[in-house]
């Protein structure tokens, strides 16, 4: 059934993502993935308990409060006349996507449901972008919600990479910073005709950051016992950890790509449509 919306002095009255994220679990959204989710804590309304729209410095203050604590914030409560694309001019220098458009639509193509890909309707894998770039990846990954899905399926999860990281063994860390990987890009991105492959560390230090590399099934192994044991054991750590956002229209979500994993879950309704803009160090 298609999410409905009504609202009083401009606050939504349907339910809110924590309360739809503790609503029993039925088969369906077992086969998709969500009894496994938290649901999200960094969420920022962009307007106060009054039905008031917060001024561009409040919302700027708190979303960077809320993005250096938890490496992502959920923006709700967003009104049709938000500017997407001047917010996030204000974050850094855009980032092409692989077709060259700025901001990209994320919604099933066209001959694309036989590949791994974001433009079909089915899972992805744990991951970060921009493993495939030979220059730094995207600082942040920003989604806003065109239409959302009907029917189960199609949320965004994500976790965070940084205790996992603390946790490490010095000598693995090293490992992990000292030793080259290579890579590839994704099957569906090959089909664009970008054959792109990098060879770079999962680990690297920055002088804005470490930067987290990462991919289920983009990492070129070889023989690289070390690099599969890590993956398995991030990817179980996601499965048990992350958060998964559902979307309403115009909500937008924010992460840090040098530091969060993200993934989707796997949906149904094609009409599912998000835009999506990636924004430099």
Known sequence: M?????????????????QRASAPSTPQDLRHGAALSHSPVSILSQVDFNGNPLSDELLAKTFHQLMDEHGYVLMCNVPDTFDQVRFCRELGTFVPNYTG???????????????????????????????DFAVLPPRYIALWCVTPASGPGGETTLCDTRPWVQALPDEERKRLLDHAHDWKTTEGVQRL????KTRHPILEEHEKGLIVRFSCNNLL??????????QERWKRAFEAEHVAVTYQRND????????????RNAF?????????IQVAA
């Open 101 to 131: 458009a700025v901001v990209g639509d994320v919604r099933p193509e066209p001959g694309m449901d036989d590949v791994y890909h974001a433009g079909n309707t089915r899972p992805l894998t744990p991951h970060t972008e921009g493993y």
């Open 2 to 18: 298609p999410e409905e919306e009504s609202t009083s002095h401009g606050l939504p009255t349907r339910e809110s993502n924590s």
């Open 268 to 276: 149904t309704d094609r009409s599912r449509h998000l835009r999506r």
């Open 193 to 196: 005709g970008l054959d792109l």
């Open 252 to 263: 937008m979500l924010v992460w840090d790509n040098w530091r969060l994993l993200h993934a």
């Open 221 to 230: 192994r070889e023989d690289d016992d070390s690099a599969a044991d890590l």
